[in-house]
Nanobody, 126 residues
Framework: QLQLVESGGGLVQPGGSLRLSCAASGFTLDYYAIGWFRQGPGKEREGVSCISSSGGRRNYADSVKGRFTISRDNAKNTVYLQMNSLKPEDTAVYYC???????????????????WGQGTQVTVSS
């Protein structure tokens, strides 16, 4: 059974940093593209960043470009989202998801993903 578990969320002040992890169990991440999505209070789920199975292609939402970095360590079966210069509008539940194939010319969309984690809360507040 494919399982994804997010961790690393928490409360941070504006301008601070967090690193989210997405660990896989029951399958090897090597052949999967991974996406990070978020859903803020009263908002729809939106794509944040995605990375190809090889790690060679990464896409970001305009709102996080230059602040967030997605990476993967297939040896650890884990994908990371490094979030710097956090803003209150980054407050959301963050989810990771796995897909066997995504379009790489644009930011991934949730409909491309079949396996999802349970989410981790990120709160940016002073």
């Amino acid at each position: 059974q494919l399982q994804l578990v997010e961790s690393g969320g928490g409360l941070v002040q504006p301008g601070g940093s967090l690193r989210l992890s997405c660990a896989a169990s029951g399958f090897t991440l090597d052949y999967y593209a991974i996406g990070w999505f978020r859903q803020g209070p009263g908002k729809e789920r939106e794509g944040v960043s995605c990375i190809s199975s090889s790690g060679g292609r990464r896409n970001y939402a305009d709102s996080v470009k230059g602040r967030f970095t997605i990476s993967r360590d297939n040896a650890k079966n884990t994908v990371y989202l490094q979030m710097n210069s956090l803003k209150p509008e980054d407050t959301a539940v963050y989810y990771c998801a796995a897909a066997t194939r995504i379009l790489l010319y644009r930011l991934c969309v949730s409909s491309e993903f079949g396996s999802w984690g349970q989410g981790t809360q990120v709160t940016v507040s002073s």
